[in-house]
């Protein structure tokens, strides 16, 4: 008697879990995949770079008579996200500094001149 019971519920398990793999299987296949997401974060040697480099022409802009007050706010965050480490967060500043430095009329930065 106990060999039937036990005959019994292995193969109740294994109809169990044969039929349940294949209704499991059509829900995952419908969902979808998550992407991965990597951002290249820069070094400290690069951020620093660009933050010099960037600073020049933020310089440059106010010799030529031109100021503006998001571009100084934007480059005084990246200095102070080089302090704590966020490297990402310095490129992300210094890229809108430096879209609001090129919106500049006569704008002509010195790193582009072919001389």
Avoid at 37 to 51: E, K, N, T, W, Y
Avoid at 63 to 77: E, G, I, K, Q, V
Avoid at 105 to 115: N, T
């Amino acid at each position: 008697m106990k060999l039937s019971k036990v005959a019994t519920a292995a193969a109740l398990a294994a109809v169990l879990g044969a039929g349940a793999a294949p209704a499991f299987a059509g829900e995952m296949s419908n969902m979808p995949t998550a992407a991965i997401q990597a951002a290249i974060v820069p070094s400290l040697g690069q951020a620093q770079d660009r933050l010099a480099q960037v600073g020049r022409h933020l310089v440059e802009a106010e010799r030529r008579s031109f100021y503006s007050p998001d571009a100084d706010t934007n480059f005084r965050a990246a200095q102070t996200a080089i302090q704590n480490g966020r490297y990402d967060e310095v490129v992300a500043n210094l890229s809108r500094v430096q879209m609001q430095l090129e919106s500049a009329p006569y704008w002509d930065a010195p790193d582009r001149r072919p001389w």
